[in-house]
């Protein structure tokens, strides 16, 4: 059997309902934005975002992760109210047409937190600033009792990937998450998720470093989820293209398993979807 902390018991309360970690999870993309690094990933008007939700549902997908800001190196930094219009009118074809799946929704920004789950009743809030660029946003977690996810980001999107450095790598993101996680038990917030960031703030090398020791991160006894769908720590380690990187993100989706993700954030959600299945079964033998 995989030895891995794939094996412990990790449940988030999701609008009352208890969501079993201990069991890989897969989330599906959709960017309502014009500039995300994956052109295929951008979801405008509400057919096309329709049918994106039906692909993740239909591909095995137990979660969708919808955003209106694009946070790829570099992005153009939009306003919330931009960001507000591109978002509401997803979450209510979604919220509308699956009433019951779990959503996800990537802000940074307390404002579009607290309006979505007010408005369209969504599940679980993703920030990749982990509340370092909306003061207010744990105390509106807090408020409105749903799941966290904090990401490692070292920076901006606009300035992340201007020379990325660190002493000791690992030490300084456990030392950032240490301290995001002490504050957010002050504010009695206890359905943390944690995602180590990759590609935000950390070179080629970081990268591979984070993953080769992604089981450190048990220490924290604290579901994970690992986002590096299609990005540059893939398709240029392989001298190819986002478009060219679904086999490589599969492989390196596979090793996150191994050293204990409990999500796969994911543009191709069937193939996650297989890669948690074998390596379920693996582990069961």
């Not at 920030?127 to 009792?145: C, N, P, Q, R, Y």
């Not at 996150?256 to 390596?279: M, P, Q, T, Y």
Request: hydrophobic share 40%; charged share 25%; with cysteine.
């Amino acid at each position: 059997m995989i030895q891995s902390f794939f094996n412990s018991h990790k449940l988030i309360n999701c609008r009352g309902k208890l969501i079993d970690l201990s069991k890989p999870k897969v989330m599906g993309i959709m960017n309502i934005t014009p500039d995300s690094f994956y052109n295929k990933s951008r979801f405008i008007g509400k057919e096309n975002v329709a049918q994106r939700a039906k692909q993740i549902i239909e591909g095995g997908g137990d979660i969708i992760d919808i955003g209106a800001y694009s946070s790829r190196p570099g992005a153009e930094h939009i306003n919330e109210e931009i960001e507000w219009n591109r978002l509401a009118p997803a979450l209510e074809v979604v919220r509308v047409s699956y009433p019951d799946v779990l959503i996800s929704v990537d802000t940074f920004r307390s404002g579009i937190a607290k309006k979505a789950v007010t408005d369209f009743d969504v599940d679980i809030i993703n920030d990749i600033s982990a509340g370092s660029m909306d003061e207010t946003m744990f105390a509106t977690i807090a408020e409105l009792k749903l799941p966290y996810i904090i990401m490692h980001m070292q920076g901006t999107p606009q300035t992340m990937q201007e020379k990325p450095s660190y002493e000791h790598l690992m030490r300084e993101v456990f030392y950032f998450f240490a301290q995001k996680i002490a504050k957010l038990k002050e504010y009695g917030i206890a359905d943390i998720i944690i995602d180590p960031g990759f590609g935000f703030g950390k070179t080629l090398e970081h990268n591979y470093e984070i993953l080769s020791k992604l089981d450190e991160f048990k220490i924290f006894e604290l579901p994970v989820l690992v986002g590096l769908s299609r990005k540059s720590m893939v398709y240029k380690f392989l001298k190819n293209s986002p478009d060219e990187a679904l086999n490589g993100t599969t492989a390196l989706n596979t090793i996150s398993l191994v050293n204990g993700a409990n999500i796969l954030r994911v543009h191709d959600v069937k193939e996650a979807v297989e890669s948690v299945k074998l390596f379920t079964q693996i582990n069961h033998v």
